[in-house]
C-alpha cells in the first residue's frame, strides 16, 4: 500500500471527527427529510431502515390513542404507553419519542433510567412526586411535587421515579430525545434477570442475607440459585 498523500490524511482526519461527533450526540442528526422505518427490512442498522422516500404518506407520521388510559391494574398501580419509532414509523431517525403515563392513586412509575434520551415530564392531571438521582460518587438526590401544568425534566440516563401522592388517577406526557429511548428499571434488572443474577453477587452487593434477596426475586417471580 502507498503511503498515504497530504488529501488522504485529511479525508481520514475529517472521518475520524465524525466519529468522535456521533459518539457524543444522542440520536444522530438526519441526513434527509425523513426516513420512514421500513418494518420488514432484512438490514439492520444504527436505527430502522428506510421505506422508498415517494411511497410515504401522512399515515406513516401519524398515530392514534394517546388519550386512551393504560390499565394501571398492576403491581406498581402505573403504566407508560410509548410513543417510539416501532409504532410511529416516521419518527425513525428523527431524535424524539412521547409517551402517555396512567398512575392509579398512589401508583408509582418504579425508579428506572433511559439509556438513550433526556426525558421532559408534563402533568397533565394530579400530583405527581418524582425525582432524580445523580451519578456516583455524589448521587445526589433531587425531588419536587408537581401538579398539572408543572414540568419536570430527568437528565439522560439518570435513575428517576414518578409517584402519585393523590387519591385520584394521575397523567403525565414525556417527550423524550430519542427515537428509542430504551428503559432499565432498576429492580427488573437485578432481580428480576433472565437468568437470575448469581446469589453470591446480590448478598455482596446489597449488604443483606439470602432471604432478602428470595424475597426480592420474589417480587418477579423469579426463583435463583
Ligand atoms: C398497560 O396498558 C395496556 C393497555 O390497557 C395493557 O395492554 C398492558 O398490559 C398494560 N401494561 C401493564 C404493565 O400493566
Redesign the pocket.
Known amino acids: 500500500m502507498a503511503p498515504i498523500c497530504g488529501v488522504q490524511f485529511l479525508v481520514l482526519l475529517y472521518a475520524m471527527a465524525l466519529v468522535f461527533q456521533a459518539a457524543l450526540a444522542s440520536d444522530p442528526s438526519p441526513v434527509q427529510d425523513f426516513c420512514i422505518a421500513e418494518k420488514n427490512s432484512p438490514v439492520f442498522i444504527n436505527g430502522l431502515a428506510c421505506k422508498d422516500p415517494t411511497l410515504a404518506t401522512a399515515a406513516d407520521f401519524f398515530f392514534a390513542g394517546l388519550d386512551v388510559p393504560?390499565?394501571?391494574?398492576?403491581r406498581v398501580g402505573s403504566?407508560v404507553?410509548l410513543v417510539n419509532a416501532a409504532v410511529l414509523p416516521g419518527l425513525n431517525t428523527l431524535g424524539v419519542s412521547i409517551a402517555r403515563i396512567d398512575y392509579a392513586p398512589y401508583g408509582l412509575n418504579p425508579p428506572h433510567t433511559h439509556p438513550r434520551a433526556t426525558e421532559l415530564l408534563t402533568v397533565l392531571e394530579g400530583t405527581l412526586y418524582v425525582g432524580f438521582v445523580t451519578s456516583n460518587p455524589e448521587n445526589r438526590l433531587f425531588v419536587k411535587t408537581l401538579r398539572r401544568g408543572d414540568v419536570y425534566v430527568f437528565p439522560a440516563g439518570l435513575v428517576h421515579f414518578q409517584f402519585n401522592v393523590g387519591n385520584v388517577d394521575a397523567v403525565a406526557i414525556a417527550a423524550l430525545s430519542s427515537q428509542n429511548p430504551g428503559v432499565v428499571t432498576v429492580a427488573n434488572a437485578v432481580f428480576g434477570t433472565r437468568p437470575p443474577v448469581a446469589e453470591d453477587v446480590l448478598t455482596k452487593a446489597f449488604g443483606v442475607d439470602k432471604g432478602v434477596i428470595d424475597e426480592l426475586r420474589a417480587q418477579f417471580n423469579q426463583v435463583g440459585s
Do not use: L, V
Open positions: 393504560g390499565n394501571t391494574m398492576n403504566n404507553t
